[in-house]
Each structure stands twice: as structure tokens, then as C-alpha cells.
């Protein structure tokens, strides 16, 4: 006698108990069973059962799908193969998609808000997006990979949005040197992606004898007049988020995290961790309306810090304005055959260990290459002493992630400046991907149909074989491997 497995949520059918709950007497095989009859657990009827074997019991134990967002989830605890509503794995995933690149948005809408710059556009697309992935509002895979790359483009419009807010506010970026190493006096450490509130904690700390120093995604303030003018905002300490525990242990100042990217505390730095906007953590004050009266009172009642100077100092803030003032001599440098490529090699830096790939890659490029870089990846090779290509530097540090959007205005510039499509550009994406504004950047660059990316540490894990197909059939998207041989391959 035959068992039967409902694919939906793996209840199997036992021919030799029946389902007496629901008048099947034992013995009563699975064909014999009433047309009417419903999935005990999950309520779905016999065309949603296979026969068990084997191979089906190996394929039960993997998850293909998660969705408990209804009270019709298989089980009571999750649909993990199939929707009891019919949803397919691939939507599913598809749904998830979407929301992470929803997330990302709100991510850079959020900090643009914070300095009073809003688009209704945006909002309206992702009221859109969060309907979307309710319970039976839309099983079309195709649509979703459509809304996903309409959330790149809202994507886009957002971080413009958000670089008019900085500027605006700011000024335009300028190339700035960032020493790494500590003043002597009191000290604040700022994490996060803020600027708004850097800019309110730098404004009440004036003439205190408190130093600020930023950390990780705050690094690119340095870049900015209206924040570089603060004679306090003396330098960089530690790396990418993923160091907090150790750069927060070593030095025993007050320190604010303004952003995601905050990790849960160890409990010697605890009481000297502040959060602010979204960032919450259980036991940590949490600073309302920028006021940073806690955070001050904190780190002056600390002890100082001496005068050490770090072994490297850092450069960030290329804008826009200042690559494109080089445009003729980048022109005539590749017309020369003195810059053979350009890499944008960006985005999150991760614990993961392959993501010691990234600076490998870097290190081991030829000479006659440039590398534009932003966000937090940058710290796994920004100490590289990498030198310039006739004045023209070969290390640019474009700033936060939400600074994608000036490579994306430098490589349009680039296309028109050598009149050549932007797939036809000597031009290379290295990606490295954490969370989800990561997410959001990604759809955003295959919006403007840009081919042929090198991902990385991972291929996303809600990314199923169809996702990733789809992503390497049209899009050419290519797992990082090794360093070397992704060199020369793209080398040629
Ligand atoms: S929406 Fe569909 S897939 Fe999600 S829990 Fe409900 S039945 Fe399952
Ligand atoms: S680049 Fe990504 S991982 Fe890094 S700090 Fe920014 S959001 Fe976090």
C-alpha cells in the first residue's frame, strides 16, 4: 500500500491508518479516497499530493519557501513548501525580494526625511510594494521581477533625494584627508549612517573639549564643508560595522549609533553606548529629538583620551563635481592606453570569510586600472597605498551606500563623455552585499540594465535556482570566484 505525500505541508498519507478524524476507515488506499477529501492539515485537496518515495522524503527536508503571514499556514507554523493558497516558492521568494529592496528605500527615505526632503512618488511605490505581498493579491512571478526593478528606479530617485538633502545642507563634497588615530581629550565615537544627527552632536559639543571621531558608514562625513568645518571632527577609528565590539571595547569614550548597523553591546561598553532614530537597543539610552545632552554628559565624565596619531590616514569625498572636473584627462588617459578599466568595487563589508576576496581583488589589479569604491566594503583594501595614474587617483572613495548614486552619475557621464553604452564602458561591478539597502542597490543597477556584475561573498540565500537564472540569463550576474582568474577573465 502506497503512502502519499501533501506537498504543501508534508502531512503523509498512511493507507494503513486512513484519516478516521474524517470518516477513512484503515486500509483505504490513496485513489480510493472521496474527490472531497482535504489535507487533515493543511486543507488541500488530492492534487496536491505525490506519491512518497525515497527521493520525495529527501526533497521534505528542505525549506523551498517561508510564509506564516496567514491563518491558513500549513500547519499552523509555516507554508515551507508550497502555500496552502497556491503561492508558488518562486513568488514567494519574489515577495521577500521585493520587501528587502522596500526596506532599503525606507533605509535612505528615512535619513532624507530627517532633513526635510520627502517624494510622494516614492511613497505612493511603496504603499504599492507592501500591498503587493499581502495574501492573495498577486501569484505573478513576472509582475514581481517588474515591481522589483521598479523599486531599483524608486531606488535611484531616492537616493538622489537624499544626496540633494546632504549637499544641500552640506555642500558638495571635496576630497578630505581622514586621520585615523586619537586626540588627546575627551571623545564621542559616531556609527552609523546620520548625518543629520553628526551634524546635531557636533553643533552641541562645540567648544566642550570633546573630540569626535566616526566609525564605519560616518567616515564619509569628513568629505563634507558643513561638517568638515567642525574643528572637533578629528578623525576615523575602527572599520565596517562588524568591528564594533573591538573598536568600542578599546576606547573608552561615550559613543552614538545613529543608524542601522548597530550590534548588540558587550557589557563593557554598554552604559557608554547611546542610540538614536531608528536604532534601539534593550538597556541603552535612547536619544529623543537630537538632543545629545546624555551623550555628553557621558563622555566628559570619561577619562581622556592621549594623543596618538594612526598609522594610515584615509581619503574619502570624491563627488560627482570633483571626477568630472577630471574628465578630459581621464579621456585622453584611456585614449593613451594609461587606464585600461575601470572597477566599481562596492557595497557591504560582512564577517563572511570570503569576503577577504574583495581586497585580493584590489590588491592584485594591474596598474592601469581604476577603482571607485563607497560604503563599508571599502574597509576590507582603503589602506592601500594604491598611488595615481598621471595625477588621476587609482583609490576613490566615493562615500555611503546611498553615494551609489554618484557612481551611477559618474558611469553616465563616463558613457557620454566616450560615447559608448554603458555595457560597452571598460567598466566592471564588483558588488559585496550584507542587508537590505544592499538589496535595493542591486535592483537599482539592473534597472539601468547594467551587465555582466560580479556578486558576492553570496548569491542572496531567498534567491532560488529560477531567481538566479533568471539574474544570469539576462543580466549575466556572475558569483565572485577567484581573485585572480576573475582578473583575468574580465581582463580578457
Ligand atoms: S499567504 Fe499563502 S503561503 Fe503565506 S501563510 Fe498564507 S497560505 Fe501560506
Ligand atoms: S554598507 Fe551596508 S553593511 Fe555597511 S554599514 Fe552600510 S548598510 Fe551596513
Partial sequence: MKKYRCIVCDYVYDPVKGDPDNGIKPGTE???????????????????????????????????MFCYQCSQTAKGTGCTV???????????????????????????????????YTDPEVDAFIEKGFYTTLTNVNFDAMDLVKLALEAGEMN????????????????????????????????IIVTGHSLKALEELLKQTEGKGINIYTHSETMPAHGYPGLHKYPHLVG?????????????????????????????????????????????????????????????????????????????????????????SLKDKIKELVKAGKIKRFFLVGGCDSPLPMAKYYREFVEKLPEDTIVLTLACGKYRFNDLQLGD??????????????????????????????GLEINDLPLTFILSWMEQKA??????????????????????????????????????????????????????
Avoid at 514567494?92 to 520587501?99: I, P
Avoid at 538614536?276 to 545632552?293: M, N, R
Wanted: proline fraction near 7%; glycine fraction near 8%; charge should be negative.
Fill in 30 to 64: 490513496f485513489k480510493d479516497l472521496p474527490d472531497d477529501w482535504l489535507c487533515p492539515l493543511c486543507g488541500v485537496g488530492k492534487d496536491q499530493f505525490v506519491p512518497l518515495d525515497e527521493k520525495s522524503e529527501e526533497t521534505n527536508k528542505e525549506i523551498d
Fill in 82 to 116: 508550497k502555500g496552502v493558497c497556491g503561492k508558488e516558492p518562486t513568488v514567494a521568494r519574489l515577495q521577500d525580494n521585493l520587501l528587502f529592496a522596500i526596506k532599503g528605500i525606507s533605509a535612505y527615505l528615512y535619513h532624507a526625511r530627517e532633513l526635510g
Fill in 156 to 187: 535611484i530617485k531616492t537616493m538622489q533625494l537624499l544626496k540633494k538633502a546632504h549637499i544641500d545642507n552640506y555642500g558638495e563634497p571635496v576630497p578630505t584627508e581622514v586621520p585615523t588615530g586619537t586626540k588627546k581629550g575627551h571623545g
Fill in 236 to 324: 576615523q577609528l575602527g572599520k565596517a560595522w562588524f568591528d564594533q565590539k573591538e573598536t568600542f571595547s578599546k576606547y573608552p569614550v561615550a559613543i552614538l549609533a545613529t543608524s542601522n548597523c548597530v550590534l548588540l553591546p558587550k557589557d563593557e561598553y554598554k552604559d557608554r553606548l547611546f542610540t538614536s532614530g531608528v536604532a534601539q537597543v534593550p538597556d541603552v539610552i535612547h536619544i529623543e529629538d537630537y538632543d545629545f545632552t546624555p551623550v555628553i554628559e557621558k563622555a566628559l565624565s570619561l577619562p581622556e583620551l592621549p594623543e596618538e596619531p594612526g598609522k594610515i590616514v584615509l581619503t574619502t569625498g570624491f563627488g560627482a563635481s570633483t571626477i568630472l
Fill in 389 to 418: 595614474i598621471e595625477g588621476i587617483p587609482r583609490l576613490i572613495d566615493l562615500g555611503q551606500c546611498n553615494d551609489a548614486i554618484v557612481g551611477i552619475d559618474i558611469v553616465a557621464a563616463l558613457s557620454e563623455l566616450f
Fill in 439 to 492: 538589496a535595493a542597490i542591486l535592483w537599482s543597477l539592473l534597472y539601468l540594465n547594467i551587465k555582466d556584475m560580479y556578486l558576492g561573498p553570496i548569491i542572496p540565500g531567498w534567491a532560488n535556482d529560477d531567481i538566479v537564472n533568471y539574474l544570469v540569463e539576462n543580466y549575466g550576474i556572475t558569483p565572485i570566484g577567484d581573485p585572480e582568474e576573475d582578473i583575468k577573465k574580465i581582463m580578457g
